[in-house]
């Protein structure tokens, strides 16, 4: 069974607002959980519970940020399916020049990317802040604090910089592949 150009246009179009959608949803929900660990933490005043709910956050920011980012590339994804379908003629060729160009300096997920690295960062200061009064006089727990932080920095990092590198590229490389297939008298 043959499907139709004018068929798989609609279903990635279709395809593509779902995965939209999935950005609503998540970033509603990253914003409700952490409100839910701002008010633990305005209810309890116990260094182990707060220092557990600074740990929380930083969880919580990098299951958020490994949503965002799967959303973002199955809809450039998508963006890219319907360019070639349209042949370069319609509105997801526009969406994949402004994505690829690089023309805007700040850009949804740049703005998402800063605001889980900021919220990060305020966690980790967080968790800093309660290490003297947590760890007390016993020693094995400030060690177990301080060789824990670095290594969950490191692999934060590690994660964002892979997460963030390598699928951007890989998807500017199909751009830039799908253009220059183009007849010439097609827009690129």
Request: glycine residues 4%.
């Given at each position: 069974m043959a499907i139709e150009d004018s068929e798989l246009y609609q279903e990635t179009g279709k395809t593509w607002r779902y995965f939209g959608s999935w950005r609503d949803k998540s970033f509603a929900g990253y914003l409700t959980a952490l409100a839910g660990v701002a008010l633990a933490y305005s209810r309890y005043d116990a260094a182990p519970i707060r220092t557990g709910l600074f740990a929380a956050v930083i969880v919580i920011s990098i299951v958020f940020w490994a949503f965002e980012h799967r959303s973002?590339?199955?809809?450039?994804?998508?963006?890219?399916?319907?360019?070639?379908i349209e042949n370069g003629r319609g509105c997801y060729n526009r969406l994949n020049k402004t994505r690829y160009s690089g023309g805007f300096l700040l850009t949804y997920g740049m703005g998402v990317n800063l605001l889980v690295?900021?919220?990060?960062s305020m966690a980790v200061l967080g968790l800093?802040?309660?290490?003297?009064?947590?760890?007390?006089?016993?020693?094995?727990?400030?060690?177990l604090a301080t060789a824990v932080l670095p290594l969950m920095v490191f692999s934060l990092v590690t994660l964002m910089h892979r997460g963030l590198h390598k699928p951007h590229e890989e998807q500017r490389k199909d751009f830039a592949q799908l253009a220059s297939e183009r007849p010439p008298s097609a827009p690129k």
């Open positions: 973002r590339m199955l809809m450039n994804a998508c963006q890219l399916a319907a360019d070639k690295a900021l919220i990060i800093v802040a309660y290490w003297p009064v947590w760890c007390g006089a016993d020693p094995w727990k400030c060690l």
